[in-house]
């Protein structure tokens, strides 16, 4: 299908004008053109097959709250269209020397039976599911674990409304008690209607009940029935694979986005890796290293390693196999770390880096002192180390992605993995519902979201990130 556009309707452009003084790093320039008509400065391929171009960008949706599928900006032709577009999106910036239209890099899904079509009201027709997209409401499901505390925190931060869910009647109780107001439904992985009954009116779920080798497949199976969006913070791989396996047609033929791993183990690392590849289609090598001054590991976390028996997986020679990790080796990490000993680490981001970047070896380390950490039973959960809840626990986490003898490297610094796991998933679920993911279906982090941009909009408040 080939679709033109032409206009620059006066709100769009108001919309624009927001962004004028937030210039991003990935957004192109285009040639400048006299007037309004853009269709005759678009590259030929924005306007070929699948992709089409509208007003406004999807930085202009986001930063101006103005949803991509407002009917207003979304030309009838693409509204009708018979299946799901690519959308490129560029905007007019209201400069006083002519207009110079932009465009972002951007690839957005746009799903025409859920934009809001306002001729369709009324006429009996399903109205376009604009509700879906401005549906902020959020199941958690074990929403009284430490990671989902810190999750259920974040969304309200963002204006999210959360369900808190869970198994433990009791448990869920005490966690509705810390936050009045909120709606609590017991559900248990053993009872698909129960799971059903926590999702109703969500427009996406987050699941942090791990170990996720239990809890993932029937969270997504009921996700997939109630049409709704699933995200985890699962770092198991045997799990995260299975969903990558399992689920990958289905969410793909229900138009939802299912993002295992969205965490500080599998996402952050997946944004890091993709944010080093940049432009480069392929490299030799990609490596993660982590370092954490400490890890006092959560109940949970000692419950999945306790799960997850055995040899995992690592990807080398362009193949994912169970095998032994790379030998251990030295790594010279930023201040305040330094050189540091460290060994293999077998965690999701293998898996959903593999299932994106092109390139034949994926190695990933952590430094040696918080495993010997994690390996003492007697070591304790982690605790408060301030009011917001965060433990004094640092990290540096590194992705290097080689080509020849080129290296590229984008590197995250922050506190508590466990804290900086609710801004991860909490910005992944927010692009997610407002449908500004790059595709549906399983996803990786870097698969689905423009990796620089997300990682830019954790920083500075609850990380540091830095390319070199
Ligand atoms: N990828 C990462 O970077 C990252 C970061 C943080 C956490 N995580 C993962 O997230 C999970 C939770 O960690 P956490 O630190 O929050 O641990 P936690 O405080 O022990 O919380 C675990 C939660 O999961 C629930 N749960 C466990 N098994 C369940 C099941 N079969 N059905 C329903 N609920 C179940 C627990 O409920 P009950 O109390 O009723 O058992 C509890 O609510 C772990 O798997 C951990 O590895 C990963």
Avoid at 53 to 73: C, D, G, I, M
Avoid at 100 to 110: A, D, N
Avoid at 194 to 219: E, H, K
Avoid at 427 to 444: I, P, S
Wanted: contains cysteine; glycine residues 8%.
């Amino acid at each position: 299908m080939t679709v033109r556009f032409s206009g620059c309707a006066g709100k769009s452009a108001r919309a624009t004008s927001a962004l004028d003084g937030t210039p991003k790093s990935n957004i192109d320039r285009l040639p400048a053109v006299g007037g309004r008509d853009l269709s005759a400065a678009l590259p030929p391929r924005v306007i070929l097959s699948e992709e089409a171009a509208l007003f406004p960008s999807v930085r202009a949706a986001r930063t101006s709250r103005l949803a991509v599928e407002e009917s207003l900006f979304v030309p009838s032709a693409i509204r009708r269209a018979p299946r799901p577009l690519n959308l490129i999106f560029f905007w007019v910036p209201l400069n006083p020397g002519g207009v110079t239209p932009r465009r972002s890099t951007e690839v957005v899904p746009f799903h025409p039976s859920r934009a809001p079509n306002r001729k369709m009201k009324g006429r009996g027709t399903r109205p376009m599911n604009s509700s879906m997209i401005q549906n902020r409401i959020v199941t958690v499901f074990g929403a009284y674990g430490h990671t989902a505390r810190f999750v259920v925190r974040e969304l309200l931060r963002r204006g999210f409304t959360p369900i808190l869910s869970g198994r433990d009647a009791s448990k869920l109780k005490e966690a509705g008690n810390a936050h009045p107001g909120l709606e609590v439904r017991v559900a248990s992985v053993d009872d698909p209607a129960s799971l059903d009954r926590a999702l109703v009116g969500a427009a996406a779920v987050i699941n942090c009940a791990g170990p996720f080798i239990d809890t993932a497949a029937p969270v997504i199976d009921a996700a997939l029935r109630a049409s709704i969006h699933y995200l985890d913070v699962a770092a198991e791989q045997a799990a995260v694979l299975t969903v990558f396996e399992r689920f990958a047609s289905a969410a793909r033929g229900a138009g939802v986005v299912v993002a295992p791993a969205m965490a500080f183990y599998g996402g952050l690392g997946d944004l890091l890796a993709t944010a080093a590849m940049g432009d480069w289609d392929t490299a030799d090598e990609i490596c993660i290293a982590t370092a954490l001054d400490s890890w006092k590991p959560t109940r949970g976390t000692r419950l999945t390693g306790a799960r997850n028996p055995g040899r995992h997986f690592i990807f080398s020679n362009n193949r994912l196999e169970r095998a032994d990790p790379p030998p251990a080796r030295k790594w010279n990490f930023p201040p305040p770390f330094g050189e540091q000993d460290v060994v293999g680490l077998a965690l999701a981001e293998t898996i959903t880096i593999s299932r994106h970047l092109q390139t034949p070896e994926i190695r990933v380390y952590i430094n040696l002192a918080p495993i010997t950490e994690l390996r003492d039973p007697k070591t304790p959960a982690p605790s408060a180390a301030d009011e917001s809840g965060r433990s004094s626990q640092t990290f540096v986490m590194e992705a290097i992605a080689r080509r020849g003898s080129v290296e590229r490297r984008a590197v995250a610094q922050g506190r508590d993995i466990y804290a900086i796991t609710a801004p991860i998933v909490v910005e992944a679920t927010h692009r997610v519902v407002r449908g500004l993911t790059k595709k549906t279906g399983v996803v990786a982090a870097g698969e689905a979201f423009a990796a620089q941009d997300f990682l830019t909009s954790l920083s500075p408040s609850h990380l540091s990130f830095e390319m070199q």
